[in-house]
């Protein structure tokens, strides 16, 4: 059974791209070295030294590494070593992240609500429109229009925080590398001269333009009174309701805006246009509000709550945005002001702590640099952040740079992941890259469990994953990227897992494991920003 602890011999299952740093790690070594087999021909290619012995009391291993760096001939190939068997087979070329990122990212049109999706689109799931019946903005009699956006996760809720986070993902990883998607993706909107990333960012924007009251005030979520059943959306026939709205959320939702206003400038005017003229409406309503706290569900209603209290983050974004696409000073003197009375303002890139995206689009600015002091403040903070992820990621044989395992691991690697890439283009310290890489190869199967993460790609993939959608369809929710292991044990099926468990290996590919197994846009964006941000 692959999914207990095992001797195999670990690997990135999709494979490694012909210049990147290659290892494979090996549960112990005993003066033992390790061949590069080309799976084709039988032949030995390469024979190295197994080595470097790192243990770790996240994984319960000691562990060593073999590296293969040098096996730069495209191919297929498997490890082999005397003591240690075998690994998976894997590719070597320089397209393998090819595929997978094209469908990390349709995962996105999967999550579309009310939206007609047939099967031409995505095949086996295709579900006829759902959630769109107005909704009524909660403790009053006032109905709305807000339909379409992507449902969240496994669940049908639709969140600004996460929105703005998975939306964060696609726009940054377009700036990165805009020409690998081009209009060909077979979405609804392929062919329309567009890059398909954008055409699928747009269907959330669109919805997030809805969640804007008159004043610039940004609801937070659309939900039901409670989780739905293992039922196909457009069945899921309850009351949806406009919940909650916050200083957090509206300032998301400018930073957001005010980015798009400048990444779709030269792609669709008129939309950029508009995206600036709301990021303003709600820039002037934040300036003149405090931070109003966490939300917290009513009593009534059963939604994810995404309960976030400081707001400096989303305000930092917010202002760095305005003057990235504004280029006035005004903003700048701001996002200065949040991040002198919060350094940690500057930091994180997760639907709560989100003010990385803002000090990595000041530092990528072609006029950053003028402001020296801001500019070092700013890189500085960067290259911190990187090193304390570095010191991690090398005390441990898997190079995972993550410190705890909580819900949503695999999202939280794919962020740590995209903050070291950061790192790497600001400062071109190639080990940054290296690690970021070591982050993607985690999560494509190189980790304890010998499991690659990604629905219906390598070997051990889930195929339970926690989706109503697929749930009720009875397939699977191909190219989605788990939560992963979750050491806090926040749903009850992991107490079958033995007391001394170690953090990485908690994890259970079953329906009822919510906690390590449900899928969500914003783990699956962020791991597709990273092969962005490295491809
Ligand atoms: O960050 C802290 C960490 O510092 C601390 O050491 C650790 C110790 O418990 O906790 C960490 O916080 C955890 C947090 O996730 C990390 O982001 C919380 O314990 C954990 O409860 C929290 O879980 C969130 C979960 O909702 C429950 O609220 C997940 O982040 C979040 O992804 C998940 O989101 C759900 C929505 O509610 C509903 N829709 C599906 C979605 C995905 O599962
Ligand atoms: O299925 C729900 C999942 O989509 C949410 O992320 C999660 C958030 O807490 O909640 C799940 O619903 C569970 C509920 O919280 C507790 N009872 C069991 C539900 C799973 O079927
Ligand atoms: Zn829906």
Redo the contacts with the bound molecule.
């Keep these: 059974n692959a999914t207990d602890s095992d001797n195999s011999i670990k690997v990135n299952h999709i494979g490694y791209r012909i210049n990147d740093q290659k290892q494979a790690v090996f549960p112990y070594s005993q003066g033992d070295s390790f061949n590069v087999i080309d799976v084709n021909t039988g032949a030995v290619v390469y024979t190295g030294a197994i080595k470097n012995k790192v243990s770790n009391s996240k994984t319960g291993e000691m562990n060593f590494i073999g590296d293969f760096t040098n096996v730069m001939t495209p191919g297929k190939y498997r490890i082999e070593s005397q003591i240690c068997g075998t690994s998976f087979e894997f590719e070597i070329g320089d397209h393998v992240f090819k595929t997978v990122a094209t469908d990390l990212l349709k995962m996105l049109t999967i999550q579309r609500c009310g939206y007609d999706l047939s099967t031409d689109y995505i095949g086996d799931l295709a579900h006829a429109s759902c959630h769109h019946t107005d909704a009524l903005i909660y403790g009053t009699d006032q109905i709305i229009s807000v339909r379409g956006g992507w449902h969240?996760?496994?669940?049908y809720?639709r969140?600004v925080e996460t929105g703005v986070k998975t939306l964060s993902d696609l726009l940054f990883g377009y700036m990165a590398n805009s020409a690998y998607f081009e209009d060909n993706l077979a979405i609804p909107e392929s062919g329309n001269g567009i890059s398909d990333i954008l055409d699928e960012a747009k269907y959330e924007l669109d919805w997030l333009l809805k969640m804007q009251t008159s004043w610039g005030e940004i609801y937070s979520k659309v939900v039901t009174p409670s989780f739905a059943g293992d039922i196909i959306p457009e069945q899921d026939n309850q009351q949806l309701y406009v919940v909650g709205s916050s200083t957090t959320t509206t300032a998301d939702f400018v930073a957001i805006m005010a980015l798009a206003s400048q990444i779709y400038a030269d792609v669709d005017p008129d939309f950029s246009n508009k995206c600036l003229e709301a990021a303003k409406l709600s820039w002037d309503y934040l300036l003149s509000s405090v931070n109003n706290g966490e939300i917290k569900n009513p009593e009534d209603i059963q939604?994810?709550?995404?309960?976030d209290s400081k707001d400096s983050d989303e305000r930092f974004y917010a202002a760095i945005a305005m003057w990235s696409v504004t280029q006035d000073k005004l903003y700048l003197d701001i996002a200065k002001e949040v991040y002198n009375q919060d350094n940690t303002s500057a930091q994180g890139l997760?639907?709560?702590d989100i003010g990385g995206f803002g000090r990595y689009l000041y530092l990528v600015n072609e006029n950053a640099k003028n402001d020296k002091e801001f500019y070092e403040l700013m890189k500085t903070s960067l290259v911190n952040d990187a090193n304390v992820l570095q010191g991690i990621a090398y005390s441990d044989g898997y190079s995972t740079a993550l410190e705890?395992y909580?819900?949503?691991s695999n999202?939280?690697i794919a962020d740590n992941g995209i903050l070291l890439s950061m790192a790497y283009n600001i400062t071109n310290e190639m080990s940054y890259r290296q690690l970021a890489i070591e982050q993607v190869n985690y999560l494509l199967g190189k980790n304890v469990l010998n499991r690659s993460y990604v629905v219906g790609y390598g070997q051990n993939s889930p195929t339970n994953m926690?989706s109503r959608l697929a749930k009720a369809k009875n397939t699977i929710l191909k190219g989605a990227l788990v939560?992963g292991a979750n050491s806090?044990r926040?749903d009850a099926l992991l107490n079958e897992l033995g007391e001394n468990t170690p953090a990485a290996k908690m994890y259970l590919d079953r329906y009822n494991s919510?906690?390590t197994n449900?899928v969500?846009i914003y783990w699956n964006s962020g791991l597709l920003h990273l092969i962005l941000s490295l491809d």
Excluded: L
């Design positions: 969240d996760a496994g669940d809720g969140y939604a994810g709550e995404y309960r997760s639907w709560k705890h909580s819900w949503g999202g939280s926690h939560g806090d926040d919510y906690s449900e969500s």
